[in-house]
């Protein structure tokens, strides 16, 4: 089993920037594809960004430039940073792992293990 746990959420303003993290346990780290979805309520979970075992990385184009995805595998941490903050990006924010994924996709159903979430708030 695979546990995650996301913190690094909080308030900023537009333009502003916030440092997600995400520690994993319970499995090899540097085996899983990561993924950084978000959800605002009454939408469906959206993929952000996603990071694989080899690191090759791939956003939803609402966030391409803005927000980068890394892993440190010696800390089992998964990071996001994100610049440029807009009030669109005001979302409840989840770290998902899986043994593997879809390459130019971000799907929900790849991942199997979910943290518990960060919530984002930025204002204008």
């Known amino acids: 089993q695979v546990q995650l746990v996301e913190s690094g959420g909080g308030s900023a303003q537009a333009g502003g920037s916030l440092r997600l993290s995400c520690a994993a346990s319970?499995?090899?780290?540097?085996?899983?594809?990561m993924a950084w979805f978000r959800q605002v309520p009454g939408k469906e979970r959206e993929g952000v960004a996603r990071i694989t075992n080899g690191g090759s990385t791939y956003y939803a184009a609402s966030v391409k430039g803005r927000f980068t995805i890394s892993r440190d595998n010696d800390k089992n941490t998964l990071y996001m940073q994100m610049n440029s903050l807009k009030p669109e990006d005001t979302a409840l924010y989840y770290c998902?792992?899986?043994?593997?994924?879809?390459?130019?996709?971000?799907?929900?159903?790849?991942?199997?293990?979910w943290g518990q979430g960060t919530q984002v708030t930025v204002s204008s």
């Open positions: 998902a792992a899986g043994s593997g994924g879809t390459f130019g996709q971000i799907r929900e159903r790849d991942y199997g293990y």
């Open positions: 319970g499995y090899t780290f540097s085996s899983l594809w």
